[in-house]
């Protein structure tokens, strides 16, 4: 019995490990593809549009554009704790530090509650959406901390948590920096993508809304 119970287990780890193997290069190919989709859809669309290299600061990823050299805006990639665990997102500014777009990449937020966020900040309804504006003019946090912005019914937490990553990619973005215009690939010649996940935020516990 315990020679068979041997047998089976180191089978079943051998074919565990081999599907491993298997899957490993097409789920990062398919990562790299969605934030390469990501970058495209939140940044202006421009004619001529240039990707910079990636830029690290403050624990994200920054992807500069320009047009003729010309800094149009940026892509980048931020990540929060929300309530279900750590979301990141892809979030999109223009020159002047208005929000474009943003895509959330991963989250494990609640379905039919602090999911809402894919969609909820980018629907033109009263005050939710963050499109088109900037967290230099407008105060991003939820209405009922006295802020502008609208959280997503039953899930503040969620709703804080997902303003909070768009004012730190704000904040890392407006940051003087170098220009990195000598370094621009075309969108499309930018297939290598560098993806950021630290290991050094917590899930929250709780959502009082929910």
């Known amino acids: 019995m315990a020679l068979s119970l041997t047998i089976v287990t180191l089978a079943a780890a051998a074919l565990l490990g081999g599907l491993y193997v298997l899957t490993e290069e097409p789920i990062a190919k398919q990562k790299a593809e969605k934030q390469q989709k990501a970058i495209t859809s939140v940044l202006p669309q421009l004619e001529g549009l240039e990707v910079a290299d990636a830029e690290e600061a403050d624990g994200m990823t920054i992807y500069k554009a320009y047009v ?17 665990g750590v979301f990141r997102l892809m979030v999109g500014f223009d020159k002047d530090g208005n929000v474009v777009n943003y895509e959330v990449l991963e ?23 963050v499109i088109g504006r900037s967290p230099a003019t407008s105060n991003f946090t939820v209405s009922k901390d006295g802020g502008e912005v609208d959280a997503i019914t039953a899930a503040t937490i969620s709703s804080r948590a997902f303003l909070k990553a768009v ?13 990195a215009a000598s370094s621009a690939t075309t969108i499309s010649e930018n297939a290598e993508l560098q993806e950021i996940y630290p290991d050094n935020v917590e899930p929250q516990t709780e959502e009082k809304d929910e």
Do not use: I
């Open 68 to 84: 003729d050299n010309q800094l149009v805006g940026a892509a980048v990639q931020t990540q929060e704790n929300g309530f279900g």
């Open 167 to 179: 004012q730190a990619a704000y904040d890392t973005y407006s940051k003087p920096a170098v220009d």
């Open 107 to 129: 989250h494990q937020e609640t379905p039919g509650l602090g999911d809402h966020m894919t969609t909820w900040f980018k629907t033109d309804k009263n005050q939710q959406s």
